[in-house]
């Protein structure tokens, strides 16, 4: 499975109000994300954990992400907590999930913490992979 298919072939939870999850698939329209995140328009799905290739320890990616909320918070935005998870759930990793950033925001956050892609949504529209690399 190349890097593309791996990608798509993931999950992406939000931990949303009152302990319920949003799962987040690529291409697919989710209504009830589209309720979570109002009045904004726009999320992004983001980690900071392991720049591919590298594979980092686990200590230096949790301090990776705590960088990278201090810089979503920085921009004003706020954000939920999130995890990746393969569908054959071989790997996961910790993520955030920002309401109402940009595209543009969201794609320079990520090419700062060195990933491949990240995943976007406007309301009412599928969510997109970007690739950045």
Known sequence: MNLIEAFKNTDYIVNGSNNKQIVI?????????????????SWCFITAYNPLPLILEEEEN??????????????????????????????????IFVVGISKEKSINLGRKYGQKAIVFGTKSNKAELIMLT
């Open 62 to 95: 949790i301090e990776r992400n705590n960088l990278l909320i201090k810089d979503v918070l920085h921009l004003g935005n706020t954000f939920h907590t999130a995890l990746g998870i393969s569908k054959t759930t071989d790997w996961q990793e910790e993520s």
């Open 25 to 41: 698939n690529i291409d697919n329209l989710h209504p009830e994300l589209d309720t979570f995140i109002s009045p904004a328009l």
